[in-house]
């Protein structure tokens, strides 16, 4: 059906991911069978992305563990943040995420300042149209 069923290890709860682009021909490619990554070499070819595509905006890094800086956890946060900020509802991104509660939800979405100016003025701009 296009979808990734599994059960999140931390909490045992069961999320039901939608398959989108690309992601059918990668689990193709490998028989379904996807090969293991060290957090280490996965860590490594995101900071490799990143300088390939000439990355240039600031970020502010208000929390660190250690050297990290971009890792499996910071794509799923920034996910989970490009999906809200695209207007994907709250309650609908908690079942793919696997949040269990609002509170902890909002804890894990990263906007800053100008996102949610931006994002503020897009909505008013679209109540004008519909007026």
């Known amino acids: 059906n296009e979808v990734i069923n ?9 999320v039901v991911i939608p398959m989108i682009d690309y992601v059918p021909t990668i689990l193709k490619k490998y ?3 996807l090969p293991k990554v060290s957090s280490y070499k996965f860590n490594e070819r995101v ?3 990143g300088e390939r595509i000439k990355l ?3 970020v502010e890094i208000v929390r660190k563990k250690g050297n990290t800086r971009v890792s499996s956890h910071t794509c799923r946060r920034s996910f989970c943040t490009n999906m809200y ?8 991104l908690m079942r793919i995420s696997g ?4 509170a902890a939800f909002m804890r894990y979405i990263k906007v800053d300042n100008m996102q949610a100016a931006n994002r503020l003025k897009a909505l008013r701009n679209s109540l004008i149209k519909q007026s």
């Open 31 to 33: 028989n379904y069978a």
């Open 85 to 92: 900020l695209s207007g994907f509802p709250a309650e609908e």
């Open 56 to 58: 240039t905006q600031k």
């Open 99 to 102: 949040h269990k509660s609002p």
């Open 47 to 49: 900071k490799e992305l």
């Open 6 to 14: 599994l059960k999140q290890r931390k909490v045992h709860k069961a």
